[in-house]
């Protein structure tokens, strides 16, 4: 006889009892202090206390029940909490996305006639352990208040900040704080090299207000994308030992970008903190990111459900850790996936209900990295709603403009020495290092150093007057002309290069990495430096 006996016996005699209990609870009312307010304290109270941004506190049952009705409906609809990433792409930090089962209980909870319970019932959640952020180790602002140009729908504003480096700066982190939020688009904060501060100082000059007008992009050449925030941004940090790298000589430049009709126009003084590493600290790991953009995406006139997609390679070897899903007012959709050249493909950023208020970055659980070689394609999908207009929109930076892009945050090893610096740091060792028949080693090298120095890399390898044009002529010909008649966009380059313009790009950047190991060597650091 089983050793089990006493306890299955006990267990038939008990079990009327049991089925009676079990009947009790699953007539149970769901209720607000028992099931509903632990969500809520876990997933809600960051902004909806008494000093968060929320329009309302859920701290007092009074306002609770008031809000009743809208708090269920947001949470079903998954309008609240404002978390856009699909959870079945990727395992994303810091999730706010309810589960099923939660979404359930707010429903439940509704049935029962929202129903208040006993308030000695709650169970405060299990909370992580959530640092508060350290204290900024330099703060970035324009000085002096920005007055939005009251004559242009959307003011776009570059102004210096800081002065021009005189080391390299590795970022661990940045919160961008807008003055005046309910006018503020979007800000970026660039670092402009070295080569294009004279550029920056003669726009400067021209211009009587603070800064100058930069409708679109900066207007300043090569300049290194660091970070930025739009509506519902979040503070950021590295993990400990990764950084960006901000190379010395660069000037951080900020773009505001305003939309005048949004609100009473009063003057802006954003501020931007930054967390960076100490000087004699070198970090195990660099974060680099690159845009994945449609920038001839062309929705027709009326069209309530339009896909624009495109495909994109990027020069890079590491691991996606993050991305930040972008566009305007008519955007409803956006997808990015990485198809491999064996057939299998991964979800990288996934928003099936795009909201532009609600806009952030997303950092994968370090576990759920995504390894990318130029080798691989990534693609991008974005869907608009552009029925109540009669006019076809396009790629731009207006408000009334649309964008379908993605930047991806690419994590590779710090393979620097301590004296490399500037613009392309380490290039032209890591060039001399590369195999003349892996064509693609070159650019991975440049891209890894820094974004100003993969475009000011690629502009050197076609000066017909410089070094590699006296050896390598004829190959960059050829090349330049396939690569010229196969964009549409400087998007379209490394895709051209890979594929269609395959036979001339192999023996072009063979002979140019041979040129660069012997008559040609140091002329990425030279000039871009």
């Avoid at 979404?103 to 029962?112: D, G, K």
């Amino acid at each position: 006889r089983s050793t089990l006996f006493p306890y299955t016996t006990l267990f038939r005699s008990m079990r009327p009892l049991l089925l009676l209990l079990l009947s009790a609870c699953a007539d149970a009312p769901t209720t607000w202090h028992e099931d509903v307010r632990p969500i809520v304290d876990a997933r809600c109270m960051t902004c909806h206390t008494d000093d968060g941004i929320g329009p309302m506190s859920f701290s007092n049952t009074d306002t609770v029940q008031q809000w009743q009705q809208a708090i269920v409906l947001a949470v079903q609809s998954r309008a609240m909490p404002p978390w856009g990433m699909d959870p079945d792409c990727r395992d994303i930090q810091d999730s706010q996305a309810l589960s099923d089962d939660e979404i359930a209980a707010f429903t439940a909870w509704s049935e029962s006639g929202f129903q208040m319970g006993d308030e000695n019932a709650y169970v405060a959640p299990l909370m992580p352990d959530i640092q508060p952020l350290p204290p900024a180790d330099m703060t970035l602002d324009f000085g002096d208040a920005y007055l939005p140009d009251a004559t242009k729908l959307d003011d776009y504003r570059c102004v210096a900040v800081g002065d021009v480096l005189d080391q390299d700066l590795y970022l661990r982190g940045m919160n961008i704080r807008p003055d005046r939020a309910d006018l503020v688009h979007h800000v970026l904060l660039y670092a402009v090299p070295p080569g294009g501060l004279a550029e920056l100082a003669r726009l400067e000059a021209e211009d009587d207000a603070p800064g100058f007008a930069c409708f679109g992009d900066t207007g300043v050449g090569d300049s290194q994308n660091v970070g930025g925030w739009a509506p519902g941004g979040v503070p950021s940090l590295y993990p400990e030992g990764t950084a960006m790298r901000v190379p010395q000589g660069s000037q951080l430049l900020v773009q505001m970008h305003y939309n005048t009709a949004a609100g009473e126009l009063e003057g802006d003084r954003t501020q931007i903190d930054l967390w960076v590493q100490p000087p004699d600290v070198r970090p195990d790991f660099l974060v680099s990111t690159h845009p994945i953009a449609y920038t001839t995406l062309d929705i027709p006139a009326g069209a309530e459900d339009s896909l624009q997609r495109r495909e994109q390679r990027v020069p890079v070897s590491g691991q996606i850790v993050g991305v930040s899903p972008h566009m305007h007012t008519r955007g409803r959709t956006i997808e990015t996936r990485l198809h491999r050249a064996d057939g299998t493909e991964e979800c990288l950023s996934r928003v099936m209900d795009y909201d532009f208020d609600w806009q952030r970055g997303y950092e994968y659980e370090l576990d759920d990295a995504v390894d990318i070689s130029v080798d691989d394609i990534i693609e991008i999908r974005c869907t608009y709603d552009n029925s109540d207009n009669d006019e076809r929109v396009q790629w731009g930076d207006g408000t009334s403009d649309e964008m379908c892009l993605d930047y991806i945050s690419v994590l590779h090893p710090n393979t620097l020495q301590a004296d490399d610096t500037g613009t392309c740091a380490g290039v032209d060792r890591c060039v001399s290092e590369c195999d003349p028949a892996d064509a693609w080693c070159p650019m991975t090298c440049m891209s890894h150093s820094s974004e100003a120095c993969l475009y000011c890399g690629i502009d050197q390898m076609f000066d017909f007057g410089g070094c590699l044009a006296e050896s390598c002529q004829s190959q960059m010909q050829g090349y330049g002309i396939c690569v010229q008649s196969c964009m549409d966009g400087f998007e379209d380059f490394f895709e051209c290069s890979y594929e269609t313009c395959a036979s001339t790009f192999q023996p072009y950047w063979e002979c140019a990495t041979n040129q660069l190991r012997g008559p040609c060597a140091g002329l990425i650091e030279q000039e871009c430096n």
